[in-house]
């Protein structure tokens, strides 16, 4: 054979290769195309091979998905400095943590275990759950006082601090959480009942003696709490005493015990204290006329009192009340009266209706009933909720005996008083120091 023949034999080769490719390919789109039609209507067109002109398949690029984008990581709540942060967004189970839990001893001991007392313990876990949401915010707020407080700050700008905070933290409308009291904030022979009024520009100095004493509640259970803050430490002894025979009235305090029993402890340990200032000592002395006790639902002050002397005193404590065991301590008299401008106002509890004759006192006891109910209030919170030239007004429904008045309580002038106070429960089965912090 010919080079030509072989050329012209193996031209005709390569056509009839190509050829059948050609063939074997639309075979293979053929195929396909059978596969589509017996698929579901909705089958996606890109299981179609595409040609590129020459009948080979090419594949088609898939269509990336759109990112998620990731969710941030959101870590436990932290609370705000200055504090904003309401209390429950810590605790969205709605429980809130118990207080310092001390069993009872002697006779009560078995209530601990019984089965009936704890049966009444859970009954009202509701009102202690409120006692304890007050605590935690009471705890929080005077945290933030301590670490703020200094001299050279106005009475005001400490009170606005402290109540702004716990409306923030209690999350209330004030009737049905918010401020249990006016913030007390006596200095000196003050011992208690003083907040500052509109225009006070009274400035806390360095060798003053602050008793911060306020009040928060839940749906009327009210914490009565107080302590005492001094910049210059010739005052340690003054605050040991009365930290010390308030621990004690604590100690003492129990169900079926005597408020007789209790004051005489108090007193024995305040006494026991001495304290040194300006070169001379001062036995400190527990103020005879100032007392703790008890707590009613909206009602600061119930009916018993709890001495912090000895004295005849033979009322006893009983199962399912709440008290506030404070103390006093002086380098005075050891007595207080009532004296200069008042701040402290509440409606009384037990108030008949009195037809009154002026329509400001009206209006006045309206704006009472409406924000405060029996809750403590000062004139400070009547200026908040717009109201003008009402003293009048007040010193009227004060005269009716619609409104009770406390005014300023003060030992002699030159003398120092500190203060301590906690609020205890006296459950069914154990006592409960709702209001303890690591602070005091």
């Given at each position: 054979?010919?080079?030509?023949?072989?050329?012209?034999?193996?031209?005709?080769?390569?056509?009839?290769?190509?050829?059948?490719?050609?063939?074997?390919?639309?075979?293979?789109?053929?195929?396909?195309?059978?596969?589509?039609?017996?698929?579901?209507?909705?089958?996606?067109?890109?299981?179609?091979?595409?040609?590129?002109?020459?009948?080979?398949?090419?594949?088609?690029?898939?269509?990336?998905?759109?990112?998620?984008?990731?969710?941030?990581?959101?870590?436990?709540?932290?609370?705000?400095?200055?504090?904003?942060?309401?209390?429950?967004?810590?605790?969205?189970?709605?429980?809130?943590?118990?207080?310092?839990?001390?069993?009872?001893?002697?006779?009560?001991?078995?209530?601990?275990?019984?089965?009936?007392?704890?049966?009444?313990?859970?009954?009202?876990?509701?009102?202690?759950?409120?006692?304890?949401?007050?605590?935690?915010?009471?705890?929080?707020?005077?945290?933030?006082?301590?670490?703020?407080?200094?001299?050279?700050?106005?009475?005001?700008?400490?009170?606005?601090?402290?109540?702004?905070?716990?409306?923030?933290?209690?999350?209330?409308?004030?009737?049905?959480?918010?401020?249990?009291?006016?913030?007390?904030?006596?200095?000196?022979?003050?011992?208690?009942?003083?907040?500052?009024?509109?225009?006070?520009?009274?400035?806390?100095?360095?060798?003053?003696?602050?008793?911060?004493?306020?009040?928060?509640?839940?749906?009327?259970?009210?914490?009565?709490?107080?302590?005492?803050?001094?910049?210059?430490?010739?005052?340690?002894?003054?605050l040991e005493a009365v930290r010390d025979a308030t621990n004690t009235g604590i100690r003492e305090a129990g169900i079926d015990v005597r408020m007789s029993d209790i004051g005489a402890a108090i007193q024995e340990v305040m006494e026991s204290y001495e304290v040194e200032l300006n070169g001379k000592t001062h036995q400190i002395k527990a103020i005879r006329n100032l007392s703790g006790h008890d707590i009613k639902q909206y009602q600061i002050h119930g009916t018993k009192s709890v001495p912090i002397v000895?004295?005849?005193?033979?009322?006893?404590?009983?199962?399912?009340?709440?008290?506030?065991?404070?103390?006093?301590?002086?380098?005075?008299?050891?007595?207080?009266?009532?004296?200069?401008?008042?701040?402290?106002?509440?409606?009384?509890?037990?108030?008949?209706?009195?037809?009154?004759?002026?329509?400001?006192?009206?209006?006045?006891?309206?704006?009472?009933?409406?924000?405060?109910?029996?809750?403590?209030?000062?004139?400070?919170?009547?200026?908040?909720?717009?109201?003008?030239?009402?003293?009048?007004?007040?010193?009227?429904?004060?005269?009716?005996?619609?409104?009770?008045?406390?005014?300023?309580?003060?030992?002699?002038?030159?003398?120092?008083?500190?203060?301590?106070?906690?609020?205890?429960?006296?459950?069914?089965?154990?006592?409960?120091?709702?209001?303890?912090?690591?602070?005091?």
């Amino acid at each position: 054979m010919s080079s030509e023949d072989i050329d012209i034999v193996a031209g005709v080769a390569k056509v009839g290769l190509e050829e059948k490719v050609v063939e074997e390919a639309n075979a293979v789109n053929g195929d396909a195309d059978a596969v589509n039609d017996n698929s579901d209507e909705s089958g996606d067109e890109a299981l179609k091979p595409e040609t590129n002109g020459t009948g080979d398949a090419t594949k088609k690029k898939k269509k990336k998905k759109p990112k998620k984008k990731k969710s941030a990581k959101t870590g436990p709540i932290a609370q705000t400095y200055p504090p904003t942060v309401g209390i429950s967004k810590f605790y969205p189970d709605n429980k809130y943590a118990e207080g310092e839990i001390i069993e009872y001893k002697d006779n009560n001991r078995y209530r601990t275990t019984d089965e009936e007392k704890r049966y009444l313990d859970r009954m009202n876990y509701d009102a202690y759950n409120d006692f304890r949401r007050a605590a935690e915010v009471h705890r929080q707020v005077r945290q933030y006082a301590q670490k703020e407080i200094k001299p050279g700050m106005t009475m005001i700008e400490i009170a606005e601090k402290i109540e702004n905070t716990v409306r923030n933290l209690a999350e209330g409308d004030g009737l049905n959480a918010g401020m249990g009291f006016p913030t007390g904030l006596s200095l000196n022979h003050c011992a208690a009942h003083y907040t500052p009024n509109a225009g006070d520009k009274t400035v806390l100095q360095y060798e003053d003696v602050m008793k911060v004493d306020f009040g928060v509640h839940v749906n009327g259970r009210i914490i009565d709490s107080a302590f005492t803050m001094t910049f210059d430490s010739k005052y340690d002894k003054l605050l040991e005493a009365v930290r010390d025979a308030t621990n004690t009235g604590i100690r003492e305090a129990g169900i079926d015990v005597r408020m007789s029993d209790i004051g005489a402890a108090i007193q024995e340990v305040m006494e026991s204290y001495e304290v040194e200032l300006n070169g001379k000592t001062h036995q400190i002395k527990a103020i005879r006329n100032l007392s703790g006790h008890d707590i009613k639902q909206y009602q600061i002050h119930g009916t018993k009192s709890v001495p912090i002397v000895k004295g005849g005193d033979q009322t006893k404590m009983e199962e399912g009340e709440t008290f506030a065991i404070e103390t006093f301590g002086s380098t005075g008299r050891g007595f207080v009266h009532g004296d200069g401008e008042c701040s402290h106002y509440a409606k009384r509890v037990d108030a008949d209706h009195v037809p009154l004759r002026l329509n400001k006192s009206k209006s006045l006891l309206h704006t009472i009933d409406t924000h405060f109910g029996t809750l403590p209030f000062c004139r400070r919170y009547l200026d908040h909720f717009g109201e003008e030239k009402y003293l009048l007004a007040l010193n009227n429904l004060v005269k009716n005996g619609i409104v009770e008045e406390y005014p300023p309580l003060l030992d002699v002038k030159g003398s120092q008083t500190a203060q301590f106070e906690h609020t205890i429960l006296l459950r069914p089965t154990v006592k409960e120091i709702v209001s303890r912090g690591d602070d005091y």
